[in-house]
């Protein structure tokens, strides 16, 4: 009989640790990190695409667009950790066109920088920007990088 209920009481904790595993996965922080991913990326852009683009690009495209220009910003803040990086700016557009086209991969510029806008409607839509650049920031940041 002892060992009927120590069963049980084994069967007990076992439920407890459960529902406690589970009520803990359900927990969600405030400010709680935001996750990037390419995949959903690319599902959000490819149906958002300009009908131009859309005949000339398929989801293929977007992304190696999207890994290309995720490689540029690492790199940009593998060399300083501390700078402001601009999602979508002119040196990623110009990075982006230089490396697929050593792929062999030729892409309008325009098509490019739709692909990088909508990229960044994405980011602002699940919160991982901080938020927009100004126009006179923009400018201030290019005359720094220029110096």
Not at 19 to 27: D, L, V
Not at 34 to 59: C, F, H, M, N, Q
Not at 124 to 130: C, F, M, Q, Y
């Amino acid at each position: 009989m002892a060992a009927v209920f120590f069963a049980l009481g084994l069967l007990a904790l076992f439920l407890v640790v459960g529902i406690a595993f589970y009520w803990q996965g359900t927990i969600r922080l405030p400010g709680a990190a935001v996750a990037y991913g390419v995949e959903d990326s690319i599902k959000y852009i490819t149906p958002r695409l300009s009908a131009a683009t859309r005949e000339e690009i398929g989801a293929k495209s977007v992304r190696r667009i999207l890994e290309w220009e995720m490689k540029f910003l690492h790199d940009q803040l593998d060399a300083d950790p501390d700078q402001t990086v601009i999602l979508g700016g002119q040196e990623a557009v110009d990075y982006v066109l230089e490396q697929t086209a050593r792929q062999g991969f030729v892409y309008d510029p325009a098509v490019v920088r739709e692909i990088m806008q909508l990229q960044a409607e994405y980011m602002n839509s699940i919160g991982a920007l901080a938020r927009p650049v100004g126009e006179d920031e923009l400018e201030a940041m290019e005359q720094r990088n220029d110096d």
